[in-house]
């Protein structure tokens, strides 16, 4: 049973950096791929309304969107991802999932599957999504979906944003980080995690790292100084097999900025930015 439901969460500082990150790598992607097969494994509904019993229970968008969303400087990742959204949200009432994220920014020529295990937020993000047509959403195990589908021969730009709700979501990314060779080494790959405990997501880390994968850029970003804290004190993205020259120095510019805004100590751990 899942109990899981991303509105709780939606906008927070996670999302932010995320979804930033996110946009700006599709977009790149976009500048030598014309035809993009896409694959959010875990979508949500899509839609989540800052006036609502689950934003407004913990109000977890004011540590994120809300301190971002008058940025007035120069990083082109950051304005880019605050004009995403207002072109998409118009009046401004509510924060985008990943899936219009990326719906927005597409073309006719791109496939976007969308799987959500959760039927009702599988039957809201229908709902939200029907103005779109080059889509197709499944009610379906965005894991099994992605062994399934992908393979060795063709390139999926793949986004794994699992809620970690269940211990074997993190057993699953690992399964698909030991396949990377077998069946996604012509596809990238973006892997979202939370850092929770600190022991536990280094171990996760030299795991990964023992794993000799090629081309894999590790972005972490602490919103506190990591120590006993309870709750998330910051979260990473894994990328896989992303090559563009460009890459770190822009990235490296936009994480900078986005702790500075989004940090909640002064001395909280500085951000990651490296190859594992
Ligand atoms: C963190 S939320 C996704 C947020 C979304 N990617 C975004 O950025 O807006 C995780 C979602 O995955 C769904 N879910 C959980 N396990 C799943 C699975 N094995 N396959 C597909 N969806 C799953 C949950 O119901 C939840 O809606």
């Not at 990326?102 to 959500?116: P, Q």
């Not at 229908?126 to 894991?143: E, R, V, W």
Request: aromatic share 12%.
């Amino acid at each position: 049973m899942l109990s899981y439901k991303h509105g709780y969460h939606a906008g927070n500082h996670a999302d932010v950096m995320k979804h930033i990150i996110m946009l700006y790598l599709y977009n790149l992607e976009k500048k030598v791929n014309n035809s993009i097969s896409y694959i959010d494994t875990h979508s949500g509904n899509g839609i989540y309304k800052y006036i609502s019993k689950y934003m407004d229970k913990n109000k977890e968008y004011k540590e994120g969107i809300k301190k971002i969303q008058n940025y007035k400087g120069n990083n082109i990742l950051i304005k880019n991802y605050l004009s995403t959204i207002s072109k998409i949200t118009g009046k401004n009432n509510f924060y985008p999932g990943s899936p219009i994220f990326i719906s927005s920014v597409a073309n006719v020529k791109d496939k976007l599957f969308f799987c959500e295990l959760h039927k009702n937020e599988y039957e809201l993000l229908k709902k939200n999504l029907n103005k779109y047509t080059n889509i197709k959403i499944l009610n379906a195990d965005g894991f099994n979906f992605i062994f399934n589908k992908v393979n060795k021969e063709k390139n999926y730009f793949v986004f794994i944003d699992p809620s970690y709700e269940i211990k074997d979501d993190f057993e699953k990314v690992e399964e698909i980080l030991n396949n990377i060779d077998n069946l996604f080494s012509k596809s990238k790959i973006i892997i979202w995690y939370p850092v929770l405990n600190i022991l536990e997501n280094d171990s996760f880390i030299q795991n990964i790292r023992k794993k000799g994968i090629s081309n894999i850029i590790n972005v972490e970003v602490p919103i506190m100084n990591y120590g006993d804290n309870v709750g998330m004190q910051g979260s990473g993205l894994l990328l896989i097999n992303f090559s563009n020259r460009s890459i770190m120095k822009n990235l490296k510019e936009a994480i900078h900025e986005i702790q500075n805004i989004l940090k909640q100590e002064e001395n909280s751990t500085r951000f990651k930015l490296r190859y594992l």
